[in-house]
């Protein structure tokens, strides 16, 4: 029988878990049974895992994590919040992800119901700035746990900030992250090939751009982990983006199409997150040869995903200052 070949999205996926596991922040047990989903065979797990670099017998290096990650809130990142007039990360973790509540009185929230290529219902959470007007779009992008509390929050952040913002879960079609069992959504995500997610994607796109609400061909993306490896795609792919953020996202494969991109990227990238972070060099000398602006940011001090106030490696100074910088090149290169 021939050797499985892994895509770079499964690939990806395997690493985060391995990442996890080492930095404490899931069980052995956890770690494989979430490969396991992946390969179909806890014997070819056992397998693969020392191939990519785990050796489930050496000790991790990271101490068990909770999932509120530190509770006490950082003068710095309270000044932050204070400072701002829009909603940005919250001082301290969140055990709910909620830090924008649905009924805040600057958004609506606006019924949304956005169609795949297939014309499958894709839903789709949409959110506005109460007050009437028309407004740039930013599609918010999912970690590889879909659309979360967390990511919904986000949506509503990013309206508080002028914006008009959507998010669709990328296994609608299973019942997304709200019928799907944890544990096995990245397995699901990654058995959708790249081509089929993007598609998505880009309905969503079209669908955020014909609101009424929305001004034309003034269109973002922010995406986050998986999601920033999403947005690089769409970058990559010549969507009908104007200004995009990917959060510390995996390189995509066809990185020399940055070299003739239009459209303006602020990078996020952790000084920890070294598989992640060290891609930035390759992708920063294609986007040279564009001419279009974009800039890159490697965060000091913090690991993967430090933006999610859900997460166990949840940084509130950083996080704080990556969203504002996402929010002011926005502001720059879409209004």
Known sequence: MAERVWSDLELYVLNEHIEDYQDGIITRRELLRKVTFMTGSLAVTMALLPTLGCNLDQPRTGAPATATGAAVPSPTAVATAQATAFAVPPPAATTDGVTVRADDPRITVVPADVKGPDGASLGGYLVRPKAEGRYAGVLVIQENRGVTPHILDVVRRAA?????????????????????????????????????????????????????????????????????????????????????????????????ALGTTKIAVNAVYAEQDAGITNSRTALETELKKSGTPYQMTVYPGVGHAFHNDTGARYNADQAQKAWISTIEWFRRYLV
């Open 160 to 256: 508080t900030a002028g914006f008009a913002a959507i998010t669709i879960d990328l296994l609608a079609r299973d019942g997304g992250a709200e019928k799907v069992e944890p544990a096995q959504y990245p397995a699901k995500l990654t058995a959708r090939t790249p081509d089929a997610l993007q598609a998505d994607l880009r309905a969503a796109i079209a669908h955020l751009g014909a609101q009424s609400f929305v001004k034309p061909d003034t269109l973002g993306a922010v995406g986050f982990c998986f999601g920033g490896g999403m947005t690089w795609q769409l970058v990559t792919g010549g969507a009908p983006l104007k200004a995009a953020a990917p959060f510390y996202g995996p390189a995509p494969q066809n990185a020399a």
